[in-house]
């Protein structure tokens, strides 16, 4: 691991309490009692890392050449967010990519079997600029910039990750959607070859997400291929993944294959999984709470049994500011 806390007593990766709340959301079906207590306070390491350039992490051996030439070639950003970074390891090998296995440490574990390359991304649907595209015409046109942000997951964990990436808004424009367009659709890979979970039904392959088409166009919302300032591991969604942080999760879907534009609400994977559940919009929303647990409040990793890092969630993830127009005449608790 090249990535370093300057504090010696700064939690380790492994300290990470396995969190019982996937555990139930894993198998969708069981009800949860979900209890503990609440620490606002930073951890007295944590300043520490903020406001500093993140040390990058170590060079990927599968990513193509010219991607981590592309990659090499910026300047790292530093930290302005206030909030420490999580670190590496964490953002590594605590993940949810189901094709690769259900516990959080499958993905690093199974997903070296991923190919990054050839690597195509059929574009279809409502736009002009129809077509099969490589991986490297998609990022050609595109300057990559660090995207500091906060990620919230459904599970009431959340981190702050530097991804790499570039805005999605750009890359739709130049698909050039029709102006029936109103959403557009992604689409993971299906291969059960790379993709060994895919054998099982845990999940009604491929997974499938969408955006309303102005809010895919926000400029928050990033296409990432990398992160701490090198290409994106497999089990990060490599090549290629969707980042929207004022939304849970679950909405960033890994290793796309597929954009599609279209008029109708796409039906997407755990909505259509969960209805009761897991809304389209998935917004970060404190007021309203999950069926089964509460998300007002969220366990900043790295967390532990003994620092398990609570900390109030916030109204869209902190960026009310940048997105809250997007919803202004709607009721978030219907559309959730
Ligand atoms: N994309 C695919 N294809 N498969 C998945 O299982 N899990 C989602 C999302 N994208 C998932 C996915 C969920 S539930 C979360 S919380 C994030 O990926 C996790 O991203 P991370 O592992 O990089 O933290």
């Known amino acids: 691991m090249l990535i370093t806390t300057s504090n010696p007593n700064a939690p380790l990766s492994s300290d990470i309490t396995p969190e019982s709340v ?5 198998t969708l079906l069981k009800s949860l009692g979900y209890i503990g207590t609440g620490s606002l306070l930073l951890p007295h390491w944590a300043n520490a890392a903020i406001a500093r350039p993140y040390d990058v992490a170590p060079e990927r051996t599968n990513a193509p050449a010219w991607l981590k030439q592309k990659i090499n070639a910026r300047q790292l950003q530093a930290n302005s967010t206030g909030e420490s970074l999580t ?26 079997t991923l190919k990054m390359e050839p690597w195509k991304v059929t574009v279809d649907g409502l736009c002009n600029k129809a077509g099969i595209y490589t991986l490297e015409d998609i990022l050609k046109p595109h ?25 999605l808004a750009d890359l739709i424009k130049r698909f050039e959607p029709k102006s029936d367009a109103k959403y557009i659709e992604f689409t993971t890979l299906v291969d059960k070859e790379q993709m060994p979970n895919q054998r099982g039904g845990s999940l009604d392959w491929p997974y499938v997400e969408g955006l309303r088409l102005d809010e895919a166009m926000n400029p928050l919302a990033i296409m990432a291929v990398g992160v701490y300032g090198r290409s994106l591991p497999p089990q990060n969604g490599a090549p290629l993944r969707l980042i929207t942080p004022w939304k849970y999760g679950f909405k ?64 869209f993830n902190g960026y009310s500011k940048e997105v809250a127009a997007l919803y202004r ?6 559309y959730f």
Request: proline share 9%; with cysteine.
């Open 22 to 26: 996937y555990l139930e959301r894993r």
């Open 87 to 112: 670190p590496y390891d964490s953002v590594t090998t605590y993940n949810n990519f189901y094709e690769f296995g259900l516990d959080k440490s499958d993905p690093a574990e199974n997903a070296g």
């Open 329 to 334: 005449n709607m009721d978030l608790r219907q």
């Open 252 to 315: 960033s879907i890994k290793s796309i294959v597929r954009i599609r534009f279209t008029n109708t609400q796409p039906k997407t994977t755990w909505a259509v999984m969960a209805p009761s559940e897991y809304g389209f919009y998935a917004n970060v929303n404190p007021a309203v709470d999950h069926p089964r647990w509460t998300q007002s409040r969220e366990r900043r990793l790295p967390a532990s049994l003994f620092n398990p890092n609570w900390r109030p969630t916030l109204p």
């Open 143 to 167: 300057a990559l910039e660090d995207r500091i942000y906060r990620f919230r997951c459904v599970e009431a964990w959340s981190m702050v990750v530097p991804w790499l990436g570039f805005s």
